[in-house]
């Protein structure tokens, strides 16, 4: 059963940078295959999608971070990465990573890092 965790979170100014990562273990040779999305939810609102990226490498992007964040994959590495620049406060929030294998019903969430956006 593949386990993702996060890290990389942390107290960072208004308009400086982080890069979030996310190791899968237990995915073995297939991770190439997963659907992998990063997650952010403030607190009193709900989870939200801020990136995903597909088997094919194809991303897509909420508005609210688009030209600022980036996602990326390494699949020999079986880790997706997020790229976070520019950050706001409204930023803050904690950060989950998501692992789907389309078809399988794998779902797989990590307990997530918290992002503090604030001078």
């Known amino acids: 059963q593949v386990q993702v965790a996060e890290s990389g979170g942390g107290l960072v100014q208004p308009g400086g940078s982080l890069r979030l990562s996310c190791a899968a273990s237990?995915?073995?040779?297939?991770?190439?295959?997963?659907?992998l999305g990063w997650y952010r939810q403030a607190p009193g609102k709900q989870r939200e999608l801020v990136a995903a990226?597909?088997?094919?490498?194809?991303?897509k992007y909420a508005d609210f971070v688009k030209g600022r964040f980036t996602i990326s994959r390494d699949n020999a590495k079986n880790t997706v990465y997020l790229q976070m620049n520019n950050l706001k406060a409204e930023d803050t929030a904690v950060y989950y990573c998501?692992?789907?294998?389309?078809?399988?019903?794998?779902?797989?969430w990590g307990k997530g890092t918290l992002v503090t956006v604030s001078s």
């Open positions: 237990g995915a073995r040779s297939i991770f190439r295959f997963y659907n």
């Open positions: 990226i597909n088997d094919g490498g194809s991303t």
């Open positions: 998501n692992a789907k294998l389309p078809a399988t019903g794998v779902d797989a």
